[in-house]
Nanobody, 125 residues
């Protein structure tokens, strides 16, 4: 059974930082592209960032570029999202996802095969 478990969410003031982690129970973690999505109140789930299998390639939504950094540690089966300069509009449930296949840095929801349960991030103004 594949499990993706996010952690690190919480409440932070605007301008602050928060780091998310996602631990994967995937036996072959290194063959999966990994990504982060988020869903704010009353909004659809949207792409945030993704990283390729080796960690050499990343892709970001324009709204987080320059503020968020995605990384992965294949030895620990974990992907990370470091979020700096947080804004109230970053408030959302953040989801980790895994994509199997040849797509380098997947960013479309349908490209992902497995999803975590999400972790809440709240940014106060």
């Amino acid at each position: 059974q594949v499990q993706l478990v996010e952690s690190g969410g919480g409440l932070v003031q605007a301008g602050g930082s928060l780091g998310l982690s996602c631990a994967a129970s995937l036996r072959t973690f290194s063959v999966f592209g990994m990504g982060w999505f988020r869903q704010g109140p009353g909004k659809e789930r949207e792409f945030v960032a993704s990283i390729n299998r080796s960690g050499s390639g990343t892709y970001y939504a324009d709204s987080v570029k320059g503020r968020f950094t995605i990384s992965r540690d294949n030895a620990k089966n974990t992907v990370y999202l470091q979020m700096n300069s947080l804004k109230p509009e970053d408030t959302a449930v953040y989801y980790c996802a895994a994509a199997y296949g040849d797509i380098s840095v997947p960013y479309r929801r349908y490209e992902y095969n497995y999803w975590g349960q999400g972790t809440q991030v709240t940014v106060s103004s």
